[in-house]
């Protein structure tokens, strides 16, 4: 989704408004896991959302939002 400031870092609200959604994603449409790849001017970012930890990793890991 373009809306012309692909240039510019997010706003604080912004950033509130995508944590919300993110945690109402999770809460109510995020099956088992969901990965995805997004293209940056720095290199691909790769994202992974889980209901269980991958193999290896610890919650002491992530951080909580």
Do not use: K
Not at 21 to 28: E, I, K, M, N, V
Not at 41 to 55: A, D, T
């Amino acid at each position: 989704m373009a809306d012309g400031r692909s240039g510019e870092g997010l706003s604080g609200d912004e950033f509130a408004q995508m944590i919300d959604l993110l945690r109402r994603y999770c809460a109510h449409d995020l099956d088992q896991f969901q990965a995805r790849r997004t293209d940056t001017p720095y290199g691909p970012v790769y994202i992974f959302m889980g209901r269980s930890l991958p193999q290896g990793w610890e919650p002491s890991m992530f951080w909580e939002f």
